[in-house]
């Protein structure tokens, strides 16, 4: 098989040979004449010969066939299907999104220009989707001032989502290439994380909690317990719930995290500090995990939530009424940053990729800033002596 150069003959016509564009022709391996217009003859002969390696070396494969569904059923099956409940469920999200907007077809359709509509068209959406009215109920609903739109950051991780998903298509053979995405900037705002004085109220707070119940131990024992080791570990909250007595030795003070509880999957032993073995010591019991949750897992941020109210305590950014247990993560970093080395952060909070551990340093210096001598200028003015 191979592949050839021409100028179609009506447009060489009308143009002339020297402003016709060239062209590359073949037979595909099912016998199909296909062919493609390029331009240049140099970049129509570059060309030629991928495509002529490409039949020679049984590689050919022609993406202009390739549906959207046909990749999503095999995206799914074979990649979705393996990911962890949440990264699958926000995944999902994303692409529904992605489909809802764009309705894409045919794979080869799906370019740079459809991704810039996707982001002109979801940037104008509210933030929160207004929910269907009642069939029965013809009262208009009121309205509500000024609707807000979805942030930058939604669309930006939705646009990781994307990116990561039409890479897999490229690899497959769906794409020919992943189109170009434009991520948006996002306001600089100072991160959040539980300063000190916030923690210790959060920590003092714990008595009102009710949940875990029916245990040989207070629910506020558990909770600070909880609080304690995930603000002196840096640990996932995932990872908090799953770990085991199995893997945790108070005499030698270290706890284990296994791959299939963490996000970097991988076997990751932490030192624990004195005052963290103190507070596990209360927690043995007969359950075979640490922090046993026999609820919901929406439920223990709910729980979470209260404590906060009745510590009176609350980020500075008044857009997020209550703190996360992402925080606590985040306060870990912030507070250790100065004293750790780069290697050793990154070792301690579980990260793959240093670059992500460089983020969180990079926030800490933003939020406790290196103090500097600064000129002072002059508040009195000297008389001229003349």
């Known amino acids: 098989m191979r592949a050839w150069l021409f100028q179609p003959y009506a447009r060489k016509l009308k143009l002339g040979a020297e402003d016709c564009p060239w062209s590359v022709g ?26 002529q390696g490409q039949l020679a070396a049984g590689t050919y494969e022609d993406v202009s066939r390739k ?39 045919k794979m080869q359709a799906i370019t740079s220009k459809t991704i810039a509509d996707y982001i002109a068209a979801r940037r104008l959406e509210p933030k929160h989707r207004p929910r269907p009215a009642k069939r029965n109920s013809e009262r208009p609903r009121p309205a509500t001032g000024t609707v807000a739109r979805v942030s930058p950051a939604t669309i930006n991780k939705e646009l990781r989502t994307i990116r990561a998903t039409l890479n897999k298509a490229a690899r497959w053979g769906y794409l020919a290439k992943t189109p170009e995405i434009e991520f948006l900037r996002e306001p600089g705002k100072l991160p959040i994380y539980i300063p000190p004085e916030h923690f210790a109220k959060l920590y003092r707070s714990c008595d009102s909690a009710r949940w875990p119940a029916q245990q040989p131990y207070a629910a506020a024992d558990w909770w600070r317990g909880l609080l304690m080791m995930a603000y002196m570990t840096g640990w996932r909250i995932g990872s908090l719930l799953a770990v085991r007595w199995d893997d945790v030795d108070l005499k030698a003070a270290t706890a284990v995290s296994r791959h299939d509880d963490n996000k970097g999957k991988r076997d990751q032993k932490t030192p624990l500090y004195p005052i963290v ?33 009745a510590a009176g305590v609350r980020p500075e950014d008044r857009k997020k009424p209550h703190y996360t247990f992402h925080d606590l993560r985040r306060s870990f970093a912030t507070m250790n940053a100065a004293a750790l080395t780069p290697e050793a952060l990154t070792c301690l909070m579980g990260h793959t990729d240093h670059q992500t551990t460089q983020r969180y340093i990079n926030l800490a210096e933003q939020l406790r800033p290196r103090q500097f001598k600064l000129f002072v200028p002059p508040t009195t003015v000297v008389a001229d002596a003349g």
């Open 26 to 51: 073949w037979y595909d391996p099912e016998g199909r004449k296909k062919s493609k217009s390029v331009g240049s003859k140099s970049a129509a002969e570059k060309h030629r010969q991928r495509i």
């Open 67 to 105: 549906r959207w569904d046909e990749f999503e059923a095999e995206f799914e099956s074979k990649v979705m299907a393996g990911m962890e409940d949440g990264t699958r469920e926000a995944t999902r999200h994303a692409l529904n999104h992605f489909i809802r907007i764009t309705r894409p077809m």
């Open 277 to 309: 073995v103190e507070h596990l010591a209360k927690l043995v019991g007969f359950d075979s995990k640490v922090f046993p949750w026999p609820y919901s897992r929406r439920s223990i941020w709910t729980e979470f939530e209260k404590i906060g109210l």
